[in-house]
C-alpha cells in the first residue's frame, strides 16, 4: 500500500483547506485509515480516523467541530477537510493506512497503521 498525502499550503487563521490522500495498491475500502499530524517541537499525534467500512469516525477533541475525515471509495482517496483554521493546527500531516482491521472501530494510535504517507504541510497565519 502506498499513501500520497497533498493539500497542504499557506492559509490565513479561520481559512479552509482539504487534505488529500490517495492510496496505491489496496482499495481503501478494505483500509482503516487517519489523519496524524506533527508540529514543530511535538511528537506525531492523531487527528482524526475513518473505520474500515467506513461507517465510523473519531476525531481528536483539539478538531471536533472544525474538521471531517471522509473518503471517496471510486477515487481511492481519504479526505480531511479542515476549517475554521487556528495557527496552532500548523503541521505537517501525515496520512496512515492499516490492512489488518477488519472490525468496525475507529485507532487513534500511531503504532496501530501499517503504512504511512509523506506528509504534507499546512501553515495557519495569525
Known amino acids: 500500500v502506498q499513501l500520497q498525502a497533498s493539500g497542504g499550503g499557506l492559509v490565513q487563521a479561520g481559512g479552509s483547506l482539504r487534505l488529500s490522500c490517495v492510496a496505491s495498491?489496496?482499495?481503501?475500502?478494505?483500509?482503516?485509515m487517519a489523519w496524524f499530524r506533527r508540529s514543530p517541537g511535538k511528537e506525531r499525534e492523531f487527528v482524526a480516523a475513518?473505520?474500515?467500512?467506513?461507517?465510523?469516525?473519531n476525531k481528536a477533541d483539539s478538531v471536533k467541530g472544525r474538521f471531517t475525515i471522509f473518503r471517496h471509495n471510486a477515487l481511492n482517496t481519504i479526505y480531511l477537510q479542515m476549517g475554521s483554521l487556528k495557527p496552532e493546527d500548523t503541521a505537517v500531516y501525515y496520512c496512515?493506512?492499516?490492512?489488518?482491521?477488519?472490525?468496525?472501530?475507529?485507532?487513534?494510535?500511531?503504532?496501530?497503521?501499517?503504512?504511512w504517507g509523506q506528509g504534507t504541510l499546512v501553515t495557519v497565519s495569525s
Open positions: 496512515a493506512a492499516d490492512r489488518n482491521r477488519f472490525d468496525r472501530a475507529t485507532y487513534s494510535r500511531t503504532v496501530d497503521y501499517e503504512y
Open positions: 495498491g489496496w482499495p481503501v475500502s478494505d483500509l482503516a
Open positions: 475513518i473505520s474500515r467500512d467506513g461507517d465510523n469516525t
